[in-house]
């Protein structure tokens, strides 16, 4: 039997079970909503996250490059000093050589006769066989032809060789300026902080404030700066690496470091003791201390004598000549210089009347690495930077996002969250040192017999890279209160 249930009962019951959808939809939609914004939160959290990283390491690299390029602008600058001081021994030798050429010109015709017959002519045979036939043809051609030219331009090159070393100290003053306005204490680090705060600025372009400031929201400061200790000047008594690169480039010209060579003759008169009358010729340049430069010149005819059956040498001076450059008032003692065996001639290096040039300054006070870094196999100079970001700059629901939430919505528990209210990123750029690859070689001084090339401030060769943070940098960053990503 069948149950018919009225039809105003029916509708009753659907009038009944109307709007129960509408409770459930409800619900999923403040669901929705709540992940909404909690899917839009977090992607915008990641956002800032990576481009807060990025732009971190854009600030930290930034920073690097400028180390490593104020070192490699050092290392020229001391290799621009060392040229100098070449030039100088260079000039000082030239001085030194124009004199004795000065004096040998003067004194050839009247200390041997035999360079000159009666009629003006050499007689080439005779002196030939008394002073060596190399030296003969020598005399001859001072004596009968190129003596006045070689006077007169002789006499010039003094005065000349003086301007040069003058202009020499103008170039290293400079030089040594820049040096020390680039290690100032001040100078290279308001400098990088401008920089710093161009590039962080340069990456949130129309995206919110971010400033290098001492303190407040949105700073990128330096967690960690050695600049200061990882170079230092060397002055004074400190100079020794300095002098000893200047003497070495010096002496690498043939001219500078040893103008000598000798012309054996015949000895007449010891003719059982076979012994040979020889025309000596020494000169050379060196670096006295760290203050001067000297260079001598002497040439002197050794004659053969016969004594008790046995030859000794008597010393004639031809020629001489000397040069000098220190400062004012600081001659130094030079006895010890061996001047490329110029002294070897005593009487003719006694007879030097040394021309002094006081306006040479010494070896310049230049800057290297300090003795820490120097006693390292590999230094490196690392420079960690923290970059923050305010939570009221966020891209975010309650930050500068066009999705807003209000105040007193519970949807607002779906925020984003940040420690301290701000989001923070470390960087750290590393300046270390290394030649670059040589195509015929793996690595530059690892293969063959070629020593490796030591880290210094003389070798323009400072690179950088971005390294991991060290952990007490990160430690640091926690107890600043801020989130790292």
């Known amino acids: 039997m069948h149950c018919i249930v009225p039809h105003g009962r029916r509708r009753a019951a659907r009038r009944q079970q109307r709007g129960q959808a509408l409770i459930y939809g409800m619900f999923v939609v403040i669901g929705a909503l709540a992940a909404l914004f909690f899917l839009f939160n977090t992607g915008q959290l990641s956002q800032e996250k990576t ?13 690097g490059v400028m180390h490593a390029r104020a070192l490699n602008f050092s290392a020229y600058g001391n290799r621009a000093l060392v040229a100098n001081e070449v030039l100088v021994a260079q000039m000082v030798s030239l001085s030194s050589w124009a004199q004795y050429a000065e004096t040998r010109v003067q004194n050839l015709p009247t200390q041997f006769p035999e360079c000159l017959d009666s009629s003006g002519y050499s007689s080439v045979w005779t002196s030939g066989v008394k002073y060596g036939p190399d030296y003969a043809l020598m005399c001859y051609a001072v004596v ?23 202009a020499v100290e103008l170039n290293k003053t400079a030089i040594q300026q820049a040096h020390n306005l ?11 902080a401008e920089v710093m705060q161009d590039v962080a600025r340069a990456n949130y372009v129309h995206d919110g404030n971010v400033q290098v400031e001492p303190l ?20 004074g008594q400190d100079r020794k690496r300095m002098a000893e690169l200047a003497r070495y480039a010096a002496h690498t010209d043939e001219f500078t470091r040893e103008r000598k060579w000798d012309s054996f003759a015949v000895a007449p008169a010891c003719p059982l003791t076979l012994g040979r009358s020889r025309v000596i010729r020494g000169g050379g340049t060196d670096l006295v201390n760290y203050d001067e430069w000297i260079a001598q010149d002497t040439e002197s005819w050794w004659e053969a004598q016969p004594r008790f059956f046995r030859c000794r040498y008597r010393e004639k001076p031809i020629a001489y000549g ?13 006895s010890g210089a061996s001047l490329g065996g110029a002294r ?7 007879m030097t009347s040394s021309s002094h040039w006081t306006g040479y300054s010494g070896i310049p006070n230049y800057y290297d690495l300090s003795q820490q870094q120097l006693d390292k196999s590999d230094p490196a100079l690392r420079f960690s930077v923290r970059l923050v970001r305010a939570r009221s700059e966020l891209r975010t629901s309650d930050g500068r996002s066009a999705i807003k939430a209000s105040s007193d919505s519970r949807i607002n528990a779906y ?11 470390v960087a750290t750029s590393e300046v270390y040192f290394e030649r670059p690859i040589d195509q015929r070689e793996n690595l530059y001084g690892k293969t063959l017999s070629r020593p490796r090339e030591l880290a210094s401030l003389f070798n323009p060769y400072w690179r950088v890279r971005l390294v991991h943070s060290e952990t007490d940098v990160q430690a640091q960053q926690l107890l600043q209160g801020a989130s790292i990503p």
């Open 322 to 334: 000397e040069q000098q450059a220190h400062p004012e008032g600081q001659d130094q003692d030079d």
């Open 144 to 166: 009968q032809y190129l003596g006045q030219y070689i006077e007169d331009v002789a006499k010039e090159v003094p005065d000349l060789t003086e301007k040069v070393v003058k």
């Open 415 to 425: 925020k984003s969250k940040v420690a301290s209210d701000v989001m923070a990123a």
């Open 344 to 350: 070897d001639n005593p009487q003719a290096s006694n």
């Open 216 to 235: 407040g929201p949105g700073i990128a400061s330096a967690l960690t700066d050695d600049w200061g200790s990882f170079t230092r000047k060397h002055s």
């Open 182 to 192: 680039l290690h100032a204490p001040l100078y290279l680090q308001s400098l990088r």
């Open 51 to 63: 481009k807060l990283v990025n732009t971190a390491d854009a600030v930290a690299y930034s920073a």
